[in-house]
Protein backbone atom coordinates (compact mmCIF):
# COMPACT_ATOMS: atom_id res chain seq x y z
CA UNK A 1 0.00 0.00 0.00
CA UNK A 2 1.55 3.69 -1.18
CA UNK A 3 1.77 6.08 1.12
CA UNK A 4 -1.36 8.29 -0.01
CA UNK A 5 -3.63 5.16 0.29
CA UNK A 6 -2.36 4.70 4.14
CA UNK A 7 -3.30 8.12 4.34
CA UNK A 8 -6.46 7.88 3.10
CA UNK A 9 -7.23 4.96 4.95
CA UNK A 10 -6.22 6.48 8.63
CA UNK A 11 -8.31 9.37 7.53
CA UNK A 12 -11.20 7.42 7.04
CA UNK A 13 -10.75 5.63 9.98
CA UNK A 14 -10.42 8.78 12.03
CA UNK A 15 -13.28 10.16 10.51
CA UNK A 16 -15.83 6.81 11.67
CA UNK A 17 -14.43 7.18 15.13
CA UNK A 18 -14.92 11.02 15.57
CA UNK A 19 -18.33 10.28 14.00
CA UNK A 20 -19.14 7.60 16.68
CA UNK A 21 -18.11 10.03 19.27
CA UNK A 22 -19.66 13.18 17.76
CA UNK A 23 -23.27 11.40 17.11
CA UNK A 24 -25.07 14.74 18.78
CA UNK A 25 -23.12 17.02 17.40
CA UNK A 26 -23.86 15.97 13.97
CA UNK A 27 -27.51 15.56 14.53
CA UNK A 28 -27.93 19.21 16.01
CA UNK A 29 -25.67 20.53 12.70
CA UNK A 30 -27.39 18.43 10.16
CA UNK A 31 -30.94 19.85 11.76
CA UNK A 32 -29.66 23.22 11.42
CA UNK A 33 -28.72 22.67 7.81
CA UNK A 34 -31.49 20.79 6.79
CA UNK A 35 -32.87 22.62 3.82
CA UNK A 36 -29.39 22.58 2.81
CA UNK A 37 -28.40 19.05 2.63
CA UNK A 38 -31.82 18.50 1.21
CA UNK A 39 -30.84 20.38 -1.65
CA UNK A 40 -26.92 19.12 -2.11
CA UNK A 41 -28.47 15.38 -1.88
CA UNK A 42 -31.21 16.09 -4.30
CA UNK A 43 -28.37 17.99 -6.79
CA UNK A 44 -26.00 15.31 -6.14
CA UNK A 45 -28.69 11.94 -7.02
CA UNK A 46 -29.46 13.91 -10.35
CA UNK A 47 -26.00 14.53 -11.50
CA UNK A 48 -25.17 10.72 -10.20
CA UNK A 49 -28.76 8.97 -11.08
CA UNK A 50 -27.33 5.67 -12.19
CA UNK A 51 -24.71 5.21 -9.46
CA UNK A 52 -27.99 6.64 -6.88
CA UNK A 53 -30.41 4.06 -8.45
CA UNK A 54 -27.58 0.87 -8.31
CA UNK A 55 -27.07 2.32 -4.80
CA UNK A 56 -30.63 2.26 -3.82
CA UNK A 57 -31.15 -1.31 -5.69
CA UNK A 58 -27.94 -2.86 -4.04
CA UNK A 59 -29.38 -1.39 -0.41
CA UNK A 60 -32.89 -2.66 -0.72
CA UNK A 61 -31.31 -6.11 -1.85
CA UNK A 62 -29.67 -6.56 1.52
CA UNK A 63 -32.34 -4.70 3.68
CA UNK A 64 -35.42 -5.79 1.73
CA UNK A 65 -37.24 -7.94 5.09
CA UNK A 66 -35.95 -4.71 7.43
CA UNK A 67 -37.72 -2.37 4.82
CA UNK A 68 -40.97 -4.40 4.30
CA UNK A 69 -41.76 -4.94 7.87
CA UNK A 70 -40.67 -0.76 8.99
CA UNK A 71 -43.02 0.05 5.55
CA UNK A 72 -46.14 -2.62 7.12
CA UNK A 73 -45.74 -1.15 10.49
CA UNK A 74 -46.26 1.91 9.14
CA UNK A 75 -48.95 1.37 7.05
CA UNK A 76 -50.88 -0.40 10.05
CA UNK A 77 -50.24 2.60 12.22
CA UNK A 78 -51.39 5.35 9.81
CA UNK A 79 -54.04 3.37 7.50
CA UNK A 80 -56.49 6.47 7.30
CA UNK A 81 -53.42 9.05 6.73
CA UNK A 82 -52.01 6.54 3.77
CA UNK A 83 -55.00 6.03 2.21
CA UNK A 84 -56.24 9.26 2.38
CA UNK A 85 -52.67 10.60 0.99
CA UNK A 86 -52.67 7.78 -2.27
CA UNK A 87 -56.50 9.25 -2.67
CA UNK A 88 -55.47 12.60 -3.05
CA UNK A 89 -52.03 12.08 -4.57
CA UNK A 90 -54.30 9.91 -7.21
CA UNK A 91 -57.10 12.85 -8.04
CA UNK A 92 -53.87 15.57 -8.12
CA UNK A 93 -51.67 13.46 -10.64
CA UNK A 94 -54.63 12.11 -12.49
CA UNK A 95 -56.74 14.50 -13.22
CA UNK A 96 -55.31 18.17 -11.46
CA UNK A 97 -57.70 17.82 -8.67
CA UNK A 98 -58.14 18.43 -4.86
CA UNK A 99 -60.60 16.96 -2.74
CA UNK A 100 -62.23 20.53 -1.97
CA UNK A 101 -63.02 20.82 -5.58
CA UNK A 102 -64.14 17.40 -6.03
CA UNK A 103 -66.52 17.70 -3.35
CA UNK A 104 -67.96 20.83 -5.32
CA UNK A 105 -68.49 18.89 -7.63
CA UNK A 106 -70.82 16.27 -6.33
CA UNK A 107 -72.39 18.68 -4.58
CA UNK A 108 -73.29 20.07 -7.96
CA UNK A 109 -74.68 16.88 -9.45
CA UNK A 110 -76.39 16.26 -5.82
CA UNK A 111 -74.19 12.99 -5.53
CA UNK A 112 -75.70 11.14 -8.29
CA UNK A 113 -74.47 9.61 -11.23
CA UNK A 114 -74.58 11.57 -14.39
CA UNK A 115 -75.71 9.00 -16.40
CA UNK A 116 -78.02 6.88 -14.38
CA UNK A 117 -79.11 9.06 -11.50
CA UNK A 118 -77.96 6.16 -9.32
CA UNK A 119 -76.63 7.53 -5.79
CA UNK A 120 -72.57 8.33 -5.43
CA UNK A 121 -72.56 7.95 -1.47
CA UNK A 122 -73.60 4.08 -2.00
CA UNK A 123 -71.24 2.79 -4.51
CA UNK A 124 -67.59 3.32 -5.98
CA UNK A 125 -67.11 6.95 -7.80
CA UNK A 126 -65.46 7.52 -11.12
CA UNK A 127 -64.03 10.97 -12.44
CA UNK A 128 -64.89 10.78 -16.09
CA UNK A 129 -62.98 12.41 -18.57
CA UNK A 130 -61.80 12.41 -22.11
CA UNK A 131 -59.13 10.94 -22.57
CA UNK A 132 -57.64 12.95 -25.52
CA UNK A 133 -57.84 16.29 -23.50
CA UNK A 134 -58.02 15.22 -20.27
CA UNK A 135 -60.67 17.64 -19.53
CA UNK A 136 -63.06 16.45 -16.38
CA UNK A 137 -66.73 15.77 -17.47
CA UNK A 138 -67.92 15.09 -14.51
CA UNK A 139 -68.34 12.29 -11.32
CA UNK A 140 -70.15 8.93 -12.65
CA UNK A 141 -70.78 5.35 -10.97
CA UNK A 142 -68.62 2.79 -11.65
CA UNK A 143 -70.97 0.96 -13.97
CA UNK A 144 -71.72 4.10 -16.49
CA UNK A 145 -67.80 4.99 -16.08
CA UNK A 146 -66.97 0.95 -17.01
CA UNK A 147 -69.96 1.65 -20.08
CA UNK A 148 -68.28 4.28 -21.51
CA UNK A 149 -64.36 3.12 -20.62
CA UNK A 150 -65.39 0.42 -23.20
CA UNK A 151 -67.02 1.82 -25.53
CA UNK A 152 -63.73 4.01 -25.60
CA UNK A 153 -65.87 7.17 -25.48
CA UNK A 154 -67.35 6.25 -29.06
CA UNK A 155 -70.79 7.83 -29.97
CA UNK A 156 -71.41 5.08 -33.03
CA UNK A 157 -70.39 2.42 -30.41
CA UNK A 158 -73.02 3.54 -28.26
CA UNK A 159 -75.66 4.18 -30.45
CA UNK A 160 -75.43 1.25 -31.79
CA UNK A 161 -76.05 -0.29 -28.37
CA UNK A 162 -79.07 1.52 -28.21
CA UNK A 163 -80.12 0.42 -31.07
CA UNK A 164 -79.31 -3.36 -30.09
CA UNK A 165 -81.18 -3.08 -26.86
CA UNK A 166 -84.09 -1.86 -28.55
CA UNK A 167 -84.76 -4.80 -30.71
Do not use: F, P
Not at 115 to 131: A, G, W
Request: overall charge positive.
Amino acid sequence: MGYYEEKDQENKEYMKKWRQKNKEKIKKLRHRNKEQIKKYNKEYRLKNKEHSLAYQKEYYKKNKKQIDETNKEYYEKNKGKTIEYQRKLALKTRYNLTLEKLDEMLIGQNHKCLICDKSLMETRRCVDHNHKTGKIRGILCIECNSVLGMSHDNVDILKKAIDYLKR
